[in-house]
């Protein structure tokens, strides 16, 4: 039987002198090389979009791909998806453990009465076009946080963090709420501390003054399902753009801004209306053939949006209770019949079982069918990524919290390998061609 090894060596073809070094396991997954000492023998490693580098420790989410897992601190999510709320996952992934009821009630109190924003913040959103995109809108209030709750925004003080997570994770339904209103050109409705966390977003998106909205149970659970999926993915680009930006000491409400930045690109959250999007231009089932040709092709950049994952080989299992629940609102809501659902659950059929997804092992991931929950629900397109952004808050903070209070953590600086011009003199501007 082989034995791990505890050592790598990397040999030159030049003679030059090998270099050993140690390897680090973790409680689960691959042993990794630690090559942290490379940079003193001037040897670095090239890895763009960082697929064989593990840029921090973490103890919050564990993903085995290859089997379709996903743990958090242990919990597998198939059981938190089915047993907790969302407020419960969130409290898990910051404090490590799930919460006994006295804990449960106290945070879940303490969430629901920060839900408020600084008056003031109002005049923040007034200041957007009407039609500018919610995501867009939440980059730039989550980012002017830090200019009305500095009070406590010291990184290096646990209190403080603690303080901050509370007031992002409290506060983001209500600025994803009040993004979607702006757009419409509606009041802004302010939260109801007597609903829990799924139906006081679903208040402040639908109620008006003039009309209270009670929301559908089934829609209401299909949402927390929605939080609680998306809650946390381990080192995904956005969480890897919160950590680093917060490495240097920025502030949380920055640095949280910049994930929700980057989780917008369509490579990434934005993929649950570029799903909704792609299949309202496809339009009709009788056009798949046509947009699968396209995906195949590799002179065209089109993908089909809403399948694949990065790390996900297998089934994404939050692509599985995602699928699940998707069907449970279709039939709550008889939406059998509906043209883009009808499409979507013919692309679903037509690319599991085509030769050149199911080879590639490009599964329908969570996004995929997210979209398509949302959408029954009445929530528009570009909402989609604004409420992916709300639940990953929970897994942000988290991981925001861990790289802080962890004492090895570093500035995150990368290095390159540069393919640029040498040394070369300033030429005068009448002496260039
Ligand atoms: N449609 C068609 N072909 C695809 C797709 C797709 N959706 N995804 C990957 N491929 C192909 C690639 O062309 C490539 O083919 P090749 O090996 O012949 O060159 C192969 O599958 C591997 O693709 P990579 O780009 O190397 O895979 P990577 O892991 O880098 O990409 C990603 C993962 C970005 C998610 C990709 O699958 C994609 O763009 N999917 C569509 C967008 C999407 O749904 N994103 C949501 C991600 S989930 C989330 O953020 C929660």
């Known amino acids: 039987m082989s034995t791990k090894p505890t050592k790598a060596t990397i040999s030159f073809d030049n003679n030059a002198t090998p270099i050993e070094l140690p390897m680090l396991s973790g409680t689960l997954g691959n042993d990794v090389i630690d090559i942290r000492a490379l940079g003193k023998h001037g040897v670095y490693t090239y890895d ?106 010291d990184v290096y003080n646990p209190q403080h963090r603690e303080i901050s997570a509370y007031r992002l994770l409290a506060k983001m339904p209500t600025i994803a709420a009040w993004s979607y209103k702006y757009n419409l050109g509606q009041p802004f409705m302010q939260p109801q501390n007597k609903l829990n966390y799924a139906e006081n977003f679903m208040h402040m998106m639908f109620a008006t003054p003039c009309e209270e909205y009670t929301p559908n149970p089934v829609l209401a659970k299909a949402f927390e399902k929605i939080l609680i999926l998306h809650a946390d993915h381990e080192q995904n680009a956005s969480t890897s753009t919160v950590r680093l930006v917060g490495s240097s000491g920025a502030n949380p409400f920055a640095s949280i801004s910049a994930g929700i930045a980057s989780l917008w690109g369509p490579a990434h959250g934005g993929a649950n209306e570029a799903t909704l999007q792609m299949l309202e231009e496809m339009g009709d089932v009788s056009r798949i053939g046509e947009f699968i040709k396209r995906a195949k092709d590799k002179t065209d950049s089109f993908r089909l949006m809403g399948f694949g994952h990065r790390v996900y080989r297998s089934m994404d299992p939050r692509a599985s209770i995602m699928q699940k629940t998707c069907y449970e609102v279709l039939n709550e809501l008889g939406l059998h019949d509906d043209p883009i659902f009808k499409l979507a659950m013919e692309l679903e059929k037509i690319a599991l079982e085509d030769d050149y997804f199911v080879s590639k092992k490009l599964y329908p991931n969570v996004d995929f069918y997210s979209g398509i929950v949302m959408r029954a629900m009445g929530i528009p397109n570009s909402m989609f990524t604004a409420i992916f952004a709300l639940a990953r808050t929970a897994g942000w903070i988290a991981q925001w919290s861990e790289m802080n209070a962890d004492p090895e953590h570093k500035i995150g600086r990368p290095r390159q390998l540069y393919t640029g011009e040498a040394r070369r003199e300033f030429m005068p501007i009448d002496k260039r061609a």
């Not at 897992?69 to 047993?83: D, K, M, S, T």
């Not at 404090?95 to 003031?120: C, R, V, W, Y």
């Not at 007034?126 to 500095?150: C, E, K, L, T, W």
């Open 48 to 153: 763009p979009g960082f697929m064989a580098t593990a840029a921090c420790q973490s103890n919050i989410t564990y993903i085995d791909g290859e089997k379709g897992l996903l743990l958090h601190r242990g919990y597998p999510i198939e059981q938190l998806a089915e047993h907790c709320d969302f407020l419960e996952v969130s409290y898990l992934l910051m404090h490590g453990e799930l919460p006994n009821a006295e804990q449960k009630a106290n945070f879940t109190k303490i969430i629901s009465t920060h839900t408020m924003l600084h008056d003031q913040l109002s005049n923040i959103f007034r200041g957007f076009r009407r039609d500018a995109h919610p995501m867009a809108v939440m980059i730039g209030v989550v980012g002017s946080m830090s200019a009305f709750y500095f009070d406590a925004m």
